[in-house]
T-cell receptor
Framework: GAGVSQSPSNKVTEKGKDVELRCDPI?????LYWYRQSLGQGLEFLIY????????KSGLPSDRFSAERTGGSVSTLTIQRTQQEDSAVYLC??????????????FGQGTRLTVV | DAKTTQPTSMDCAEGRAANLPCNHS???????VYWYRQIHSQGPQYIIH???NNETNEMASLIITEDRKSSTLILPHATLRDTAVYYC????????????FGGGTRLMVKP
């Protein structure tokens, strides 16, 4: 596709339910990032995938959060037993790396998650 | 990655140049300076990056001081659509490194 695509664009869920957020990176991009942004706040890093390397999960706030990236392309961020404090915009970005140098990261429009 | 310091907010008159400063006094030799912006309700957008030389593209110019401890992003003719939060990030440009966003500068372009 032309850019990073995220789905759904909006998601309302009940507290305690599980949700899955999807990210389709730009074709050929080897790096994929997940961030979240609470209302009026800055971007908080969650997890980073680069090629076949083990992902950097250092930003995941709790064990209710997990992410996977299948076939080096599409990624799914899963939040189990959602809490109201999980309400935020979840942003995905991708970039291309070769020879140790990378392009800039391109961001999707985000998924707005509201936990009620 | 080195920490950056930016003013919380700035105003600029439409049509004038917007000069957004960033301090990164602890930057190391292999760290690049990146600028992104985030317009309300959108994902962040890449603007420009550089290592030590000044850079210019269709969006902006990046001026990096000789000691690399600070930089300025210049929007030569600001428009209302340039109203956004501007993030200055320093990072090593390698595959093991994610972007770390600070608070940024909220630029308000006024008519």
């Amino acid at each position: 596709g032309a850019g990073v695509s995220q789905s759904p664009s909006n998601k309302v869920t009940e507290k305690g339910k599980d949700v899955e957020l999807r990210c389709d990176p730009i074709s050929g991009h080897t790096a994929l990032y997940w961030y979240r942004q609470s209302l009026g706040q800055g971007l908080e890093f969650l997890i980073y995938f680069q090629g076949n390397s083990a992902p950097d999960k250092s930003g995941l706030p709790s064990d209710r959060f997990s992410a996977e990236r299948t076939g080096g392309s599409v990624s799914t961020l899963t939040i189990q037993r959602t809490q109201q404090e999980d309400s935020a915009v979840y942003l995905c970005a991708s970039s291309y790396w070769t020879g140790g140098l990378g392009t800039e990261a391109f961001f999707g429009q985000g998924t707005r998650l509201t936990v009620v | 990655d080195a920490k950056t310091t930016q003013p919380t907010s700035m105003d600029c008159a439409e049509g004038r140049a917007a000069n957004l400063p960033c301090n990164h006094s602890t930057i190391s030799g292999n760290e690049y300076v990146y600028w992104y912006r985030q317009i309300h309700s959108q994902g962040p957008q890449y603007i420009i990056h550089g290592l030590k030389n000044n850079e210019t593209n269709e969006m902006a110019s990046l001026i990096i001081t000789e000691d690399r401890k600070s930089s300025t992003l210049i929007l030569p003719h600001a428009t209302l659509r340039d109203t956004a939060v501007y993030y200055c990030i320093v990072r090593v440009n390698n595959a093991g490194n994610m972007l770390t966003f600070g608070g940024g500068t909220r630029l308000m372009v006024k008519p």
